[in-house]
């Protein structure tokens, strides 16, 4: 039986890097940004550091997986990685409350277009019997950076003032995109840019093939925004110094995890390991709600970052699977709306409930814990069929 040809070519392996320095780029910021707002005289808008910023991932998804699918997937990774190098330089200068949320905003476009290309970019390479395990080293990647950032940014923040931690951000970005320059494009028949592929049909908005994984999706993010948005502050209640510990602990645990969970998903199907990672995150956020102690949190944190790692390469996966090439942007640009929605609503729904109050650290993470568990429950109800 012969096997099937090997995805970890040169062009895989820088992308891979390439992902890597741009999670770094904007994760890098996260941990310092509420006490930043908080000494801009924004306290109460914290909420909107992470909601901000997935509005605008979200409303540019559309557009980026068109565009992926017209003009190739390397441009719209490269738009998305200057947007990161542009915003970055900006914030030590628009250092007040409004220009703050602006850039927030701004920033949130990086997202919205990077993935969305990288994503398609993984999927036109790689063999159909090996997706969840390239989508998983992928991911693996992202998920470096995502801990790498944070650590880094917050190690930096107790060294220099925070404009170094913004100017370090910027030109992380810039090394992503050199290496950007070394890949070859994998779209076929590319067209030329033009503003007519910025207007928007209805039916190029969402593609309702993948509704099910991204909703499910949705459910599980929730958590995520949850996360990003009141984990400084618990941290901080907690006695802890670096508030990007936490990241770091739980993307760190992912890293493992996440190629176990895309070959798993290969053998046995994408409900079964989705499933289990809907539970594991019931089991993370109701352990967070009732840490007390250091050592607690991040314990808790390994098990957030074991979720994180069995459903963010299996999702995509399955959203691939039931895509159809043509359109294979628009589906993990679908995805990926979903996805900001979740983070962006959790990051809401959490600041509105935490009110700056530590009394009511538990209530946001035991609420986080239900919308988790009605994605498990939820996936009780899908055939693999749909797998």
């Known amino acids: 039986m012969r096997s099937s040809p090997s995805f970890f070519t ?78 970055g330089m900006l914030y030590p200068l628009l250092s007040f409350v409004g220009g703050f949320l602006f850039l927030r905003f701004a920033h949130g ?12 970019y993984v999927a036109d390479i790689v063999p159909y019997q090996k997706r969840g395990q390239a989508m998983g080293l992928f991911s693996l990647f992202g998920s470096m950076g995502m801990a790498a950032g944070p650590a880094i940014g917050g190690w930096l923040a107790t060294l220099f003032p925070i404009a170094t931690v913004f100017y370090v951000s910027a030109f992380t970005a810039i ?35 993948v509704l099910v994984p991204a909703g499910i999706l949705f459910l599980c993010c929730f958590s995520f925004g949850v996360v990003l948005t009141i984990i400084p502050d618990f941290s901080t209640h907690l006695g802890i110094e670096n508030k990007g510990l936490f990241f770091g602990v739980f993307t760190l645990s992912s890293l493992g995890i996440r190629l176990l969970a895309g070959k798993t998903s290969d ?4 409900i079964p390991v989705m499933r289990a ?21 991040l314990g808790s944190g390994v098990l957030f970052g074991c979720a994180v790692g069995m459903y963010s390469p299996t999702t995509a996966a399955w959203v691939v699977d039931l895509s159809l090439d043509q359109y294979r942007g628009r589906a993990l640009a679908t995805m990926y709306i979903f996805l900001e929605a979740g983070i962006g609503i959790g990051a809401l729904v959490s600041g509105f409930l935490f009110a700056n109050s530590p009394e009511n650290f538990r209530l946001v993470f035991l609420t986080s814990a239900g919308f988790a568990g009605l994605a498990f429950v939820s996936l009780l109800f899908v055939s693999r069929q749909k797998s």
């Open 10 to 87: 040169l062009d895989f392996s820088l992308l891979c890097l390439s992902s890597f320095l741009f999670f770094s780029s904007f994760n890098m910021i996260i941990p310092e940004l509420p006490a930043y707002l908080t000494s801009l005289g924004g306290a109460d808008y914290k909420g909107l550091i992470i909601a901000l910023f997935t509005l605008s991932a979200g409303l540019s998804r559309p557009f980026s997986g068109k565009l992926a699918d017209k003009i190739g997937r390397i441009p719209v990774m490269m738009i998305g990685a200057s947007v990161c190098f542009v915003v």
């Open 109 to 120: 476009f990086s997202t919205g277009f990077t993935p969305t290309g990288a994503s398609a």
């Open 175 to 209: 090394f992503s995109i050199l290496i950007l320059l070394r890949l070859k494009e994998t779209l076929p028949n590319k067209e030329k840019i033009s503003w007519t592929m910025l207007r928007l049909k209805k039916e190029e908005i969402i593609e309702k093939r």
């Open 267 to 270: 053998r046995y199907g994408r």
């Open 277 to 297: 990672a809907s539970a594991t995150l019931v089991c993370a956020m109701v352990l967070i709600a009732l840490a007390e102690t250091k050592f607690a949190l």
